[in-house]
Structure formats: C-alpha cells, structure tokens
Nanobody
Framework: VQLQASGGGMVQAGDSLRLSCAAS????????MRWFRQPPGKERELVAS???????TYVDSVKGRFTVSRDITGKTMFLQMNSLKPDDTALYLC?????????????WGQGTQVTVSS
C-alpha cells in the first residue's frame, strides 16, 4: 500500500488542523493504521492508531485533543487536532501495518509538517 499524508501547516497555539492520509487501497481488514510524529532532534513517537475493529488508541499527551478516524471506504485516515500546542510541532507521518508470515510489515507515507507557534 502507498500512503500520502497532507494537511499540515503553520498555526498558532489553540488552533486546529486536520491531517489526512490517503492510501492506494482500502485498509479495512488488513491494516492497523497509525499516526506518528517526529519533533526536530527527537525520537519518533506513536500518536494515535485505529484498528480494523475501529478500536482507537492515543498517546497521553494528545488525549482529549486529537481524534483519529477513517472514512467509509477505508482509503483515507484522518487526524483531527484541536487545541494545538507548541509541543505538537513535528513532522507527522502515517503508517500502515499488516501481519505476514515473516512478521509485521510497515508502510510509510512521506509526512506532513505541523508547526505551532505560541
């Protein structure tokens, strides 16, 4: 599967952004979809995930502010980000993970930059 993230930008603290991750095929039933972010000079961090069962998880720092979802076709994943903070500044990447006989396989999009100013 090929992934393309979009929707990033430069905003002020308290603003909202909606990121999109477009997949080349439906992800229902096959992939665990995830959003990661990588701040400048820091490690990559898992932000949110959505499973085929629609089970969702979030890192503590974004709970109550970010919402991950998927459209009805399963070809687009979203990350609604509200009440943005400067600490949310990062390159946001989408990921699709599926199981295989060799173990989990990960597919990555190119990322979209989010910059939040105070």
């Amino acid at each position: 599967v090929q992934l393309q993230a979009s929707g990033g930008g430069m905003v002020q603290a308290g603003d909202s952004l909606r990121l999109s991750c477009a997949a080349s095929e439906s992800t229902f039933g096959l992939y665990l979809m995830r959003w990661f972010r990588q701040p400048p000079g820091k490690e990559r961090e898992l932000v949110a995930s959505i499973a085929s069962t629609d089970h969702k998880t979030y890192v503590d720092s974004v709970k109550g502010r970010f919402t991950v979802s998927r459209d009805i076709t399963g070809k687009t994943m979203f990350l609604q980000m509200n009440s943005l903070k400067p600490d949310d500044t990062a390159l946001y990447l989408c990921n699709a993970r599926r199981g295989s006989a060799r173990g989990p396989e990960d597919f990555w999009g190119q990322g979209t930059q989010v910059t939040v100013s105070s």
